[in-house]
């Protein structure tokens, strides 16, 4: 079985109202997202989500599903169980992180690119979760504790 299942369509709506209220430049990109059933852990820490610019090939694999018919720009990739334990709020926060990610070079022929953590992207977040600045880590702690138990029934 694939660890990877089409997401629902909850996380759709969630998608499409970070990206009208807070990403207007990535009108025009399509963005795929996938559930990971498997947990991913990145330097011993649990990664709740990523997003990944998509190469040429995996646009071509994609063309016949994205809307656009020329295949997808990014693919999000979130950890099924954090979706399935995150409130509300740490469902936009997480899908809020993972866009601004993404680096839109208009006026480009290859504008949907990305880029690492930097200092001004931290703030903008830092502001808009100050009430709960603890919230990935408290979402990775539980998210983790259920992924072992997941692993313990399946032998
Ligand atoms: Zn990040």
Do not use: G, V
């Given at each position: 079985m694939n660890r990877y299942e089409p997401v629902t369509d909850d996380v759709l709506t969630v998608l499409k109202s970070v990206r009208e209220n807070h990403?207007?430049?990535?009108?025009g990109a399509e963005i795929l997202c996938v559930f990971d059933t498997k947990k991913k852990v990145t330097k011993g820490k649990l990664e709740l989500a990523s997003i990944a610019a998509v190469d040429e090939m995996k646009k071509f694999l994609t063309m016949d599903d994205a809307l656009n018919g020329e295949g997808y720009d990014y693919i999000i990739r979130i950890d099924k169980l954090a979706w399935h334990y995150g409130t509300t709020e740490n469902r936009v926060r997480l899908l809020r992180h993972e866009l601004r990610h993404t680096n839109v070079l208009s006026e480009?022929?290859?504008?949907?690119k990305l880029r690492g953590h930097t200092i001004e992207d931290f703030q903008s977040e830092i502001r808009l979760n100050s009430e709960n600045v603890q919230w990935a880590m408290d979402l990775a702690i539980m998210t983790l504790a259920a992924h072992e138990q997941n692993e313990g029934s399946d032998s």
């Open positions: 990403f207007p430049e990535l009108q480009t022929l290859k504008p949907w």
